[in-house]
């Protein structure tokens, strides 16, 4: 049985405890064997419009080579589309594919009224969209599927599992030319799993390799211990079986897979169920599976794939220390300096975007049309180079909606340069403190900012193939795509951490002041609850319009955790919300998050709840409990002595090297 699950319910109930699988028999009519799975998503058109007349225009009869694409239309009925082999099968295999493909997608109304969609076969696949998508590699919309047999041996399974992915996927990442790679090892005499990877062939390697990567991370989500999977995404798909040489080969007649069923994920619309059975019964079980069980599922499949974390970690990072120069960056995502320089118009003071503490920013645009974003770290920053190892080789390695996305990196001489996915809306302190910019700011739009930075910082800490410290979070490391949603950035200062590693001291002490917690400040130990703290500073600073910073000196209160403890004693929190917010909010959402924020910002690291509880106070808050807060740490100018705070930045300049007492 194959079952497919959606990335974002994951992400966003893996805290959930509760055990829960609902099984109902379907009975429906046998689909044809080569369709296994459809997205239809985006906005809809009418038919008989513009719109869907260029698309039954836009793919031809007969096409003959393996990987096509077409435009059609003039703006704003444009529509892009793709036809593309898998990259094992024969010519008149492929062309036998896309020719059922176009066939079925035009006589079935496959994705009827979708501006875009996504259509798998067993040996080709078919896109349209309504956004330019070519050479750009996309992630999302994805999902697993994967066969209801266990394995009786998982734990061998897994490792001999993970090396053939890993194999995979280095060598299609490396094959220019098609990005594409299968094998086979044994795991016995008796036994081989065979693999296939592949990703679209008009993305770069480096992007392929990440695509990849990311979907071979998603195996410890879904299919621990399972015969046969196969994750799919829009740029790249792997699948793998157990003796089962489903890919052609000049010796290996594939023989028919065995029969699948689906779930069907809770997030996608129009969706279809994937093919049951070539040969026998068109019943299908679809396994409603809710998202506590996925978190049960991600709680027991820990065996290979955690292991193989950690040596990843050990062998690659030498333990828990930061990212030191020992440490090999993916060349794969390396792009020449005169590419960056000519996208950034030679980093012209018009495509400027801003100026931080290791560089300043550029916008550019890439040959292929891409929007970027070009960190240029200053020659003469101390920490400069410490700083792009760690964005290389951490970043690159994370995958989430909530946070930024790194594109690849350039090394000329004293010259590095980190790209980044540009994002149209800056910076969140761009809004949140400008008197005018912060009234698009409304209600609704802080509470999903809070929200989506929450699930980032849960995925640093807890979902991640890595565990991650960021140790620099605020509101000018948040940034904001043209939806407004909040993406984490700025991993120059981030520690990793082993899995099972809870805390550690240190003797740099890197941040900025008022968003750090009081025993890092003061003695050097850092936790996943340091970046607790300082989310329960940003989530303030949200709510109340307010830099934490800009009560220095004040008589109304020592900072902003003081201010708003204060109001929430004499019950008169409300009071310190953005004036702009104070007519158009929901009152319980407002005190949800204030409690939470105070519950973060709390002194004792041990009284501050893990960003699991957090999400899950924000999310189901009346359902929680949580305990009262107690006085914040009110640390700023307390205990820090006169040389020692003069050392301190108070413009929200990220601080790199202090030593703690």
Not at 602 to 618: G, S
């Amino acid at each position: 049985m194959y079952v497919v699950s959606d990335h974002s319910i994951f992400f966003i109930y893996l805290f959930l405890l509760s055990n829960l699988l609902i099984t109902i028999q379907y009975t429906i009519a046998q689909p044809h064997p080569d369709f296994v799975y459809q997205y239809c998503y985006g906005d809809n058109y009418t038919r008989g419009s513009t719109f869907h007349t260029n698309l039954n225009l836009l793919f031809p009869s007969s096409i003959k080579s393996r990987y096509y694409n077409a435009t059609d239309g003039q703006t704003p009925n444009t529509v892009y589309g793709s036809l593309q082999c898998r990259g094992d099968i024969q010519q008149d295999e492929c062309q036998s594919c896309i020719n059922f493909a176009t066939q079925d997608f035009n006589k079935t109304g496959r994705c009827p009224n979708s501006k875009k969609a996504i259509i798998w076969y067993d040996k080709c696949m078919l896109r349209y969209s309504n956004e330019y998508y070519f050479n750009i590699m996309q992630e999302s919309p994805g999902g697993y599927l994967w066969y209801s047999g266990d394995v009786s041996n998982p734990n061998q399974y897994n490792q001999v599992l993970g090396d053939l992915m890993d194999d995979l996927a280095g060598r299609a990442a490396s094959s220019f030319s098609t990005n594409f790679a299968t094998g086979n090892k044994s795991i016995n005499s008796f036994q081989k799993i065979y693999g296939l990877v592949e990703c679209s062939p008009d993305i770069p390697s480096g992007s392929c390799n990440r695509c990849l990567r990311g979907a071979i991370s998603e195996l410890q989500n879904c299919c621990h211990g399972k015969s046969g999977a196969r994750v799919i995404r829009p740029s790249c798909d792997l699948r793998y079986e157990l003796d089962d040489p489903f890919f052609e080969s000049p010796i290996i007649t594939p023989p028919p897979s065995p029969p699948l069923s689906s779930t069907i994920p809770p997030s996608s619309t129009n969706t279809t169920v994937p093919n049951e059975n070539r040969n026998k019964s068109s019943k299908l079980t679809i396994s409603i599976v809710v998202p506590s069980v996925i978190a049960v599922l991600s709680a027991i499949a820990i065996g290979f794939f955690f292991i193989r974390r950690k040596q990843s970690q050990k062998k690659n990072f030498g333990g828990p220390e930061d990212v030191d120069n020992k440490t090999p960056m993916n060349e794969s995502l390396q792009f020449d300096f005169s590419t960056v320089s000519a996208a950034t118009y030679s980093f012209s003071e018009a495509n400027k975007l801003g100026e931080g503490g290791f560089g300043s920013v550029y916008k550019g645009t890439l040959s292929d049309g891409r929007d970027i974003a070009v960190k240029r770290l200053s020659k003469y920053s101390g920490q400069g180079g410490q700083e792009f190892k760690n964005e290389v080789t951490l970043v690159a390695k994370l995958q989430h909606r909530n946070l930024v996305q790194l594109v690849g990196f350039s090394l000329a001489g004293e010259e590095k340069l980190l790209i980044y996915e540009f994002m149209p809306n800056a910076s969140l302190d761009r809004f949140l403190f400008d008197p005018i910019k912060r009234k698009q700011l409304d209600w609704e739009r802080r509470y999903k900012i809070i929200g989506g930075v929450a699930r980032g910082l849960l995925y640093l800490h807890e979902e991640s193939r890595l565990k991650i410290i960021h140790r620099d979070l605020k509101a000018s490391n948040i940034l904001l795509d043209k939806d407004m949603n909040p993406k984490i950035s700025d991993f120059g200062m981030a520690r990793l951490f082993v899995l099972d590693q809870t805390q550690e001291r240190t003797s740099r002490i890197v941040g900025t002041y008022g968003y750090m917690a009081p025993e890092y400040i003061m003695h050097g130990h850092l936790s996943v609850r340091s970046d607790v703290f300082s989310f329960g500073v940003l989530v303030l600073e949200i709510l109340c319009g307010l830099k934490n910073s800009s009560f220095h000196q004040s008589d109304v209160a020592q900072d902003l955790l003081s201010y708003v403890w204060k109001h929430w004693n004499n019950g008169s929190a409300i009071e310190t919300l953005d004036p702009t917010l104070k007519d158009a909010c929901s009152k319980n959402e407002v005190y949800r998050c204030i409690h939470v924020a105070l519950l973060c910002v709390q002194e004792n690291v041990a009284d501050r709840p893990t960003m699991p509880i957090v999400v899950q106070m924000l999310n189901s808050y009346s359902a929680t409990n949580p305990a009262l807060p107690l006085a914040p740490a009110f640390f700023a100018g307390r205990t820090i002595g006169n040389s020692e705070a003069a050392t301190w930045s108070r413009n929200e300049v990220s601080v790199t090297e202090l030593d703690p007492r």
